[in-house]
């Protein structure tokens, strides 16, 4: 078992950056693949960024390619999204996930997931 929380979320101008944390507790991360999910009111999760166990392979979705970028430091238990550029659309709580490859894209693979951090962009 391993247990997510996340951190950095917050309010900011379109244009910005926010850097999300997700820590991880329970057992070490370079066990799993990880990812980032996001949700919108009214809107369904939808996949974000995702990184291989050993950081060495990332994906992200269509809509964050060169805006985003995830990372993490297996030594500290700790992912990270960093996020440029932000648009009011990116707007949404965003969950840290784990416990599924790399390249799964959809939130049902994965089997721990943080509790979320809001999100805000405003134009």
């Known amino acids: 078992q391993v247990q997510l929380v996340e951190s950095g979320g917050g309010l900011v101008q379109a244009g910005g950056s926010l850097r999300l944390s997700c820590a991880a507790s329970?057992?070490?991360?370079?066990?799993?693949?990880m990812g980032w999910f996001r949700q919108a009111p009214g809107k369904e999760r939808e996949f974000v960024a995702s990184?291989?166990?050993?950081?060495?392979?990332?994906y992200y979705a269509n809509s964050v390619e060169g805006r985003f970028t995830i990372s993490r430091e297996n030594v500290k238990n700790t992912m990270f999204l960093q996020m440029n550029s932000l648009k009011p659309e990116d707007t949404a709580v965003y969950y840290c996930a784990a416990g599924a490859a790399a390249s799964a894209r959809f939130p049902l693979a994965y089997s721990y997931w943080g509790q979320g951090t809001h999100v805000a962009v405003s134009s």
């Open positions: 329970g057992r070490t991360i370079s066990s799993y693949d």
């Open positions: 990184i291989n166990w050993s950081g060495a392979s990332t």
